[in-house]
């Protein structure tokens, strides 16, 4: 009997000083995300910012005189739905007097906030300044906003005089 009691304190002081000496840690980290909405804040409609004509081609055909110019554009906008301008929402105009030419359109470069467009526009007659109407919904953004109407002078007379060569006698 005195064996089973030296026994039962042995263990007793081995389980003692094994719970004393040993120390144990647990660390638990539940993390729960829950989206309750996706909400877009966005209230600022895209602008359109004329930038410089780039190139002038002025040439003769059957019908008069006619011009090819291009011209850079930025659109100051983050969320862009697409990145291209509406080409059926661009008019153009000689001296109040719209006309119908082809318009080439092509993104030349754009950062997080905004977009430069390169946009040809060929085929210009008439006599008077230049002017592009930039009609609401040319430009959208995600969250359905377009830009204002905006027209651009771009200062450039344009007439039908026919460039006739000098020719030596």
Do not use: C
């Amino acid at each position: 009997m005195k064996k089973k009691i030296m026994i039962a304190i042995f263990i007793f002081i081995f389980i003692y000083i094994s719970l004393i000496t040993s120390n144990t840690y647990a660390k638990y980290v539940i993390t729960k995300d829950l989206q309750v909405a996706n909400i877009n804040l966005d209230r600022t409609k895209p602008k359109l910012i004329y930038l410089d004509i780039n190139d002038i081609i002025v040439y003769n055909t059957p019908e008069g005189k006619k011009y090819d110019v291009s011209f850079g554009m930025k659109v100051q906008e983050k969320n862009i739905a697409k990145d291209e301008i509406r080409k059926d929402k661009i008019k153009t105009w000689v001296d109040n007097v719209e006309r119908k030419v082809n318009i080439n359109i092509t993104e030349t470069n754009h950062t997080k906030e905004e977009h430069i467009f390169n946009i040809e526009v060929k085929g210009i007659s008439g006599k008077g300044y230049l002017k592009l109407e930039f009609l609401e919904g040319a430009i959208e953004d995600k969250a359905g906003w377009q830009n204002s109407k905006n027209t651009v002078d771009l200062k450039l007379a344009i007439d039908n005089i026919e460039i006739v060569k000098n020719k030596e006698i």
